[in-house]
Nanobody, 116 residues
Framework: QVQLVESGGGLVQAGGSLRLSCVATETIFSFSTMNWYRQAPGKQRELVAEITSYGATTYAASVKGRFTLSRDTAKNTVYLQMNTLKPEDTAVYYC??????????WGQGTQVTVSS
């Protein structure tokens, strides 16, 4: 069973930075995409950033230019570097991996709180 373990969340002031990590128990090349989602209180879970097995990245408009998704394939790890954080970035951040034809895996989530 695939496991995804996130770390790196915490409390930061607006304008600050955090780096989230997601370690997979299997090679990340086995996933078609690895993604970061977030869910704020009272809101639906939303896709923040995605990286394909080829290394192509896409971002939600709300984080583009501030967040950077990268990976270390030797460590089976993806990272989400979050800069210029805003209070509206406060949420639980979840790592997600997809493996065709229909497997989806989730991490346990890590809390990010940005104070104003």
């Amino acid at each position: 069973q695939v496991q995804l373990v996130e770390s790196g969340g915490g409390l930061v002031q607006a304008g600050g930075s955090l780096r989230l990590s997601c370690v997979a128990t299997e090679t990340i090349f086995s996933f078609s995409t690895m993604n970061w989602y977030r869910q704020a209180p009272g809101k639906q879970r939303e896709l923040v950033a995605e990286i394909t097995s080829y290394g192509a990245t896409t971002y939600a408009a709300s984080v583009k230019g501030r967040f950077t998704l990268s990976r270390d394939t030797a460590k089976n790890t993806v990272y989400l570097q979050m800069n210029t954080l805003k209070p509206e970035d406060t949420a639980v951040y979840y790592c997600n991996a997809r493996r065709p034809p229909g497997s989806i895996y989730w991490g346990q989530g890590t809390q990010v709180t940005v104070s104003s």
